[in-house]
């Protein structure tokens, strides 16, 4: 167990580098992991709290506790007031995986055996409930480490409703998959609520809780919007690029599930009707989906739709850094332009 570790100012001082997301200060994840290790421990007992301790622990990259943290930072806030709120975060984003896998019947995140895979299907959806609860759990601590109930219940309300989002968008994923429907407008409009909305909930719960105006935190959340967008825009590059040892996930997953992501959009909306009769069977088919991913990145790349749509994913990142505009300089604000620079060149 490392010790206490003081979060920095946004000057920037005792930063060093996050090993998985470069620039980010390695200390707030650290103090974020180390929360998260002891938040189900008092119940370790029970099967509820190896559940979730299994899906938290060891924790994942701690993108959206972290931008929740510089988003409080950036607005000139406390760290520390808004910590319980980056841990919910985390708790929140873990309880989507958790419910994805049980979706995508994946049996493997973070290179680890997913819940449902090992606990059994129904056991994961109570786990992925208790999170969701736990992450309302969290918010609510920060009225203990100085935050004001109004704002807290600001916080409350924004991400209740990204929440929502997040369901609408994995619904409305479901239903372009089930139609086989190549259309983009509701590709993209899907990704800003099932994925964006996470990272605005984090980015104006942060500027929220720590005193940030209304323009802070419209700011963020425009922000956080073009960052989610670029984030998995890349996302759906990576995997067709990326092997299940790298990303720690099946790179398989997208095929069985017939998954309409950007590169197959735009490869389908170019090609000629025989083409778009072979994607439409690769993804509709029931043969080995090891092969029919290889047969599928073969045509996505004779036609371009990785780069197109790598492209598309840069643009949403410089859109996310042009919001930041808003804000005052400071090391938090220089780093959120960091983030949105690696989002669209991380290779995993």
């Known amino acids: 167990m490392r010790g206490p570790v003081t979060i920095g100012a946004a000057d920037g001082t005792e930063q060093r580098d996050h090993p998985a997301l470069g620039a980010v200060p390695a200390m707030l994840a650290g103090r974020v992991a180390d929360a998260l290790s002891q938040r189900w421990r008092e119940d370790q007992q029970s099967l509820l709290a190896s559940m979730c301790v299994h899906a938290l622990v060891p924790s994942g990259k701690l993108f959206r506790p972290i931008l929740l943290l510089e988003s409080a930072l950036a607005v000139g806030g406390d760290a520390e007031v808004v910590l319980p709120a980056a841990v919910g975060a985390e708790c929140g984003h873990v309880a989507s995986l958790v419910h994805d896998d049980i ?71 479901a239903e372009l998959c089930e139609r086989m429907d190549f259309d983009l407008d509701a590709y993209l409009t899907m990704v800003r609520l099932k994925t964006a909305a996470l990272f605005m909930g984090a980015c104006k719960c942060g500027a929220l809780l720590a005193g940030g105006d209304e323009t802070m935190v419209g700011a963020l959340g425009e922000y956080a919007l073009n960052l989610g967008c670029a984030f998995q825009i890349h996302d759906d590059v990576l995997s067709y690029t990326r092997q299940t040892g790298e990303l720690g996930k099946p790179d398989t997953s997208d095929i069985r599930n017939g998954r309409l992501t950007l590169p197959v959009i735009l490869a389908y909306r170019a090609a000629t009707p025989e083409g778009r009769l072979a994607i439409t069977d690769v993804l509709a088919g029931d043969g080995d989906p090891v092969l029919r991913r290889a047969e599928l990145v073969s045509i996505l790349t004779r036609a371009g739709a990785l780069t197109d749509a790598a492209d598309t994913a840069r643009e949403y990142s410089r859109k996310a850094i042009a919001s930041l505009d808003a804000l005052g300089p400071t090391a938090s604000r220089d780093r959120l332009r960091g983030f949105a620079e690696a989002a669209v060149n991380r290779d995993r």
């Open 103 to 173: 979706i995508d019947d994946d049996d493997l995140r973070r290179g680890r055996p997913s819940v449902q895979y090992k606990f059994g299907v129904d056991n994961a959806i109570v786990a992925g409930d208790a999170l969701i609860f736990d992450l309302f759990a969290a918010l609510a601590e920060c009225r203990a480490t100085g935050a004001s109930t109004e704002r807290i219940v600001a916080a409350l309300e924004v991400v209740a409703r990204c929440g929502i989002d997040l369901c609408r968008g994995q619904s409305l994923e």
